[in-house]
């Protein structure tokens, strides 16, 4: 590629950042081509190094990435997905407008160096607040090689990434520049994660516990569940789908609002819940809505309640990180006026933070949908004392797409980060579980009435990763930053 074009125009340079960031999305799931994010970044670094504008570059690959693999969300807001998607290319301009100062003013050698720890501060950034939106993490490429990805319960996500950029310069380095050992590197940058992941897998401890969970997927029309006449054809199906998995398990898990009502403010629902709690003998996590009323105005949350035998009820934990567009306008909570906006979202609030439910015996926390996707969000969870991740969500929003697989497979990542069993019910699918090694133990197809009955692992004690969060971000990011700050003084060396 490099011989091909050694002095393309501007034009080609720029539909090659485009190209670039499409090849990057290929590597998401469900495509098995998770080796192509580092070849989409080693192509990157070839037009940013050719590029007069390389905000324009950095943009361009944005979109590229971003309409590929996003597209999915226009199933629900068209609006929504065109706003994520400049706001998610804007910052790869500005990443590109970062390694070019640094370039300019300290070498190619220093840039490339620099440049992953750079990238590693724009994911950051990115899932930072109401517009946070870490789905287009490159760490999410790799979760087809079990084996690669076990250190990140030492780096966690960011560490993942920072492999797949680093690998992306060593490619553009080796081919480009011509470095001598470049291939050995490459290689052994591969083969060194790789050996040590697959004797990890082998080598794990076993938990010191487990917990025997029932999923259910009820494989509800997400549109028509909240017809008022519909309401109580979800609660039956729920019921007749606890009562098949209760004699088996410890705890029954529900997907996301899958009690379509405000089931602990609704005398009638909250004790139809507790009735069936008490006849089954055993606790169930139940999503729903919940409301708080003030002086001033309603706030209306999706949230998770535990029930148990015995009128015991845990919660409600309510979504922290919401769906931006989707579920709120980012800065309504400062702004309310921007709540008048339609783009097709709901007018949710976020919940007050983490929350550990204990009624099943084991401490364990949820992630409603989206919530997922945030790493430091899972490790404020694992640092209050849970032992295991529930995660409910309801997918069937996004039809066929690749939107409900690029959500399932954050499940592993979690679990090896935070070494501990995940469940994760879906309404219309996926549904699974995982062990501590992030391994899918069984799980569901989409668009399918089913349950799965799971041995959940216990987390022993807490990863690296959970003790001591970002490290890799500040030892990585850092010089970078640093190193921009001096690129922006006078003078230049090329």
Known sequence: MIDLFKSPDQRTVLITALVSGMIVALSFPPLPFGFCAPLGVALLMWTLTLCRRPFSCGLLFGIGLATCALYWIGWVTIPGVVALILIDSAGYGLLAIAHTRIRHRFGTLTSLVLFPGLWLVLEAVRGIGDIGFPWLNLAHTQL??????????????????????????????????????????????????????????????????????????????????????????????YDSLTRLVAPRVDLVIWPETAAPTYLGQIASRRNWAQQLSNEVGVPILIGTLSYRRSADRDYFFNSAYEVSPGDHWEGPYSKQQLVPFGEMIPGARWFPILETLELGQSNFWPGPGPFVFDSAGAPHSVLICFESAFSSLCREQILKGARFLVIITNDSWYGRTSGPAQHAALASLRAVEFRVG??????????????????????????????????????????????????????????????????LRKGTTQ
Request: hydrophobic letters at 50%.
């Open 144 to 237: 087809d090689y079990l084996w690669l990805y076990q250190f990140v319960e030492f780096t966690g996500d960011l560490g993942l990434s920072f492999w797949v950029v680093s690998l992306g310069c060593l490619i553009y380095g080796t081919v480009s520049q011509r470095w001598t050992a470049g291939r050995v590197v490459v290689c052994l940058w591969i083969a060194a994660p790789a050996a040590w992941g697959a004797w990890r897998v082998s080598h794990l401890p076993g938990p010191a516990q487990t917990l025997i969970v029932g999923i259910l997927q009820a494989d509800i029309d997400t549109y028509r569940k909240w017809d008022d006449g519909y309401i109580d054809s979800s609660f039956i199906l």
């Open 422 to 487: 995940v469940a994760r019910a879906a309404n219309g699918g996926i549904s699974l579980w995982t062990d501590r090694a992030g391994r899918r133990m069984d799980e569901t197809g989409l668009f399918t009435k089913d349950v799965i009955v799971g041995t959940i692992e216990l987390g022993r004690q807490q990863t690296f990763y959970a003790r001591h969060g970002l490290w890799i971000l500040w030892i990585t990011g850092a010089p970078g930053i640093l190193m921009l700050l001096a690129s």
